[in-house]
Structure formats: C-alpha cells, structure tokens
C-alpha cells in the first residue's frame, strides 16, 4: 500500500462515523480530495490494525462492525470454510448433474467456490489459509472454524487421500498466522496411511489448544455409501455433521433421475448417522423430472412427520438446467420444463411456513452463475423477497441471536420420535418467542449402542450458542455468557430420567477442551461422562438476567 494511501485513510479513521452510509460519503470525499480510486474496507481495516498496534488510536467495535464485509458470515457464531476435493469420478449417473472437465462432478468451474479452489490447485491446505486470510482481511476473526468439505460424494475417495486432505486442513489451521506456514514438499504417494492417520491425531491434538480452531468437520457424499465402516472412518477424521445428497423421498422421481438407489436407502443412512451422533444435512431438490408443486410440498411435510427421517438442517437446491447434464438433453428435447418463477416461489414459501423450529435452513438457492442456468430458476435473494412478502418462518437461521445482546429468556424442551429412539430440542430463547439464544440436540434411543462406547449413551449431536462470533476471553455478547452450560445440565438431567448411564458428545476437536472443563473425557472419538457424575441444579439462571423461565412442551 502507498504512502499516499495509508495517510489518506489515516484521515478516514479520524471522520465521526457512525453508519456505512456515513463511511461511503466519508471514504468519497477523500478519495476525491487526495486523487485516489475509491478505498476498499479490508484496506481501511489493515490501516485501522496498525494503528491499534502503534497505539495511535483506540479500538472500536462499532467501526470495525461497519468495515467487516458480509459480517452475516460470523453471526452465527462460527467462521464457515469450505474447501473442494480435488475432481473425481462419481459413482452415480443422476440426470441432473453438469460434468465439466477438471470440476469435482456436479460443481462448475465458474462457481464462487470452485474458483477459489482452482486458484489453489485443490489443495487443502491452501484453501483452508486462503479463506482464512480473506475473512481477516475483511473484518472477521475466524478463531472458531466450521470446516466444510465439499466436492460430491466423499466416500468414494481412496483412504490415503482423505486422510491427507483433512490432515493438511487441520495443519493449515494450526499454521495460520504463524512463520511456519507452508505446504508440504512430501507428495502424497510418498507418505503411508498409518504415518497419515499418526500425523492427522498429532494435527488434532495441536488444534485442541490452537488460536484457530476447527470446532467442526463437514463431509458430503450419497446415502447408498453410508455404513458402519465409513462413520467410523469419518469419526476418526473429526467429522460432526454429514450432508446428503436426498433429493427427493419418492422411488419413482429417484428412479427417472436414475438416482440409484431408493428412499430405504435414505432412511437407513439416517437412522446410522443419528446413532453415531452425527448432524443431519438433507439436500433436497424440489422440481425435479416427475415431480409437480404439490408432490414436492407433500415430501418436504412428509420430512417432518415421518421419524425416519426428520433432518436437522436442509439446503434447498430447486432444479435448474445446466449444460453437460442429461436433464440439459431432455429440456432440448421438450421432455422436461422447470417451475415457473412463481410456481416455485409460492412452493418455497409454502414449505418455510411449516419448518420446525429445530430445523435450520441453511440454503434456498446453489450459488450457480446466471450465465451457467439454461432454464429454471435465476432469482438468487429469494430469502428476501419472501421476507418482504411477510413470510414468517420459524426455522433455526431466521431466528438466531445474530449479534442480539441477551435479554430475559426461557428454556424449552421439545422431544420428537427420529429413527430408533427420541430426540430432544432444548432451547432457549427470547420470552417473545422471536429470537433463539442456544440450543442442544439430545438423542436417545433404547436399542444398543452402534459401537460399546455409545451403548446405554444419551448422545449430544449438537451444542450452539448463537450470536457473533467472539473470541475466548473477548467481551461477552451471546456466546461465553454460561447459556451453553446451563443447555448441557438440563440435557444430563433429561438423559438420566430417561435411565441413560452415561452421555456422549460427537464434538469437534476445537471444542473438546470446553467439554473437559465439566467433566467429560475423551473416549473412542467422543467426550464421554458416565451417570455418576452427573450434577444438575437450575439455580441462579443467568446473572446478567432478571428471570429465568423453564418451559417444557412437547411436539406431536
């Protein structure tokens, strides 16, 4: 950066600014006055960090709010970093999915994402810096990683490869910010799955302790490669959450996409994953060749009321037509038409009013470029215009804490019938019923354990305090504010009315050090606390509340 610029947005930094309105009117005057193309926010927060450090001048939250881009990104209180797999030959054959050379299948090549991966050769380690870099660059501080692998069906990687990968995403983690920082000049043929799986537990246990942390670990492949192996094998990586690729929950619309495989196939990988404790991500394409509005919408109810399936999260992926796929061939053809605008619109609209509460929607629209859609949808703000049609939706995202400052709150406790036993939605949220603070899922079934470290186990699948994401030891705002204890007591009160004799919790290496503070140890992947030590007291709520409230329904 120039001389020049640097004393420029000196100036920048001395101007009363209160709103982004304030700092574009701000950041034009002086650009004007001193010759200069416009001034980006990750250049005025780099000045801003200096300026800190020199102690010239004082920190900031409410201006480092206004220059962080897309804080959104953080709101939910952890720092997502999703990184592709390099391409490789897919088991499947589905009917709607593009095949672009050098692209891991499904994906094109002028995806956000996949662009950014193709800048870093697909390697993991380079992503995983690069997204870390570009979100402090931008105002983020991304102490707290959800690591999201995609690039299709994960299982069908070799071993070594898969092992190598999420070794290398742990070092990058670990590395970041340090002078050690670089890629490995071993090639991966050159290093033997055990030296990989003993370097991976070292990488783990080093993130345990580390600045940025890897609090969770997505993977993505196909219900039909989901079995008792593979979870084991993805539990040793450091996996919490796994993302399916569902589509629909009909034979006949699988079989016309030549899906391969059936809706028992979905319901089965569900039922295991939940055994193991894993989170649920259900992807689900509504639109697709033999479906119409109405079938679709009797699916997405049908998630919901049937306990073999009832995921935890959903991304919607509506149907659209892409080059390189068969579907492109059958709308030449004239022998498939996508939704019209407002038939999907209204089918969205109408399938986010009867989302539960204990479901979040990660996603309405795939990040596909205009360009790239043939036929089918091309609105990319949809969650938008349906909030401004004054849809009211009551999943997880549309209510979280965001960057809300506590106020009084009541704890719910909603248990509903999934796979083999029962799971328990215990939450707590504003007293208006608006705003979600945290939440626990607790599962608990009465057949044995999927392996002996989980038999007789309450499973803790998920623990989230919502809010900004803050650093350990920072301020408090939502997280750090003893919600999550208070969610965690209140799960080993109802696991031991339930006869459980110890409870298990699938958690993400960077959280295990917060699990050993009350109690838990780490056994055979999991932090584990037997029933005899379990204490329970709902005295004292919250200090910084006036009335703590307990409220317990229950869902039919």
Known sequence: MSEAKKQAIKKILKARIKSAADLMLVKRKIANESGLPLFTNSEILAVYRNEIKDGKIKQSDSLEKILRRRSIRTMSGIAPVAVLTKPWPCPGNCAFCPTEKDVPQSYLSNEPAVMRAIRCDYHPYVQVQDRLRALEANGHEPTKIELIVIGGTWSVLPESYKFWFIKECFRAANDFGSRKSKVESRKLDDIALDELKNILNKEQKKNEKAKYQLIGVTLETRPDYINKKELLEMRELGCTRVELGVQAIDDEILKKNKRGHGVATIAA???????????????????????????????????????????????????????????????????????????????????????????????????????????????????????????????????????????????????????????????????????????????????????????????????????????????????????????????????????????????????????????????DTYMLKNMQHFRHSREGGNPGTSNFFLKLSELK
């Open 269 to 523: 990988a569900t039922a295991l994953l939940r055994s193991f404790g894993f989170k649920i991500t259900y992807h689900l394409m509504p639109g697709l060749p033999g479906a119409t509005p109405k079938r679709d919408l009797e699916m997405f109810r049908q998630l919901f009321s049937d306990p073999r399936f009832q995921p935890d999260q959903i991304k919607f992926y509506p149907t659209v037509v892409t080059k390189g796929s068969l579907l492109y061939k059958w709308w030449k053809q004239g022998k498939y038409q996508p939704y019209a605008d407002d038939e999907l619109r209204q089918l969205i609209i109408d399938c986010k009013a009867m989302v539960p509460e204990y479901v979040r929607i990660i996603r309405l629209i795939r990040d596909i470029p205009g360009e790239s859609i043939m036929a089918g949808n091309k609105i990319t703000n949809l969650r938008q215009i349906m909030k401004d049609k004054g849809l009211v939706c009551r999943c997880i995202r549309c209510r979280e804490a965001k960057d809300s400052q506590i106020k009084n709150y009541e704890l719910k406790v909603m248990n509903y019938g999934a796979g083999a036993g029962r799971e328990y939605f215990i939450s707590v949220d504003s007293l208006d019923k608006k705003t979600l603070y945290g939440f626990c899922r607790l599962h608990i079934s009465k057949t044995k354990g999927v392996i002996p470290t989980l038999d007789k186990a309450a499973i803790i699948r998920e623990l989230h305090v919502y809010g900004e994401l803050v650093s350990v030891g920072a301020d408090k705002k939502v997280q750090h504010a003893g919600l999550g204890k208070q969610l965690l007591l209140e799960a080993e009160r109802i696991a031991r009315e339930q006869g459980c004799k110890k409870i298990a919790i699938i958690s993400g290496v960077g959280v295990r050090g917060y699990y050993r503070k009350l109690g838990y140890k780490l056994k």
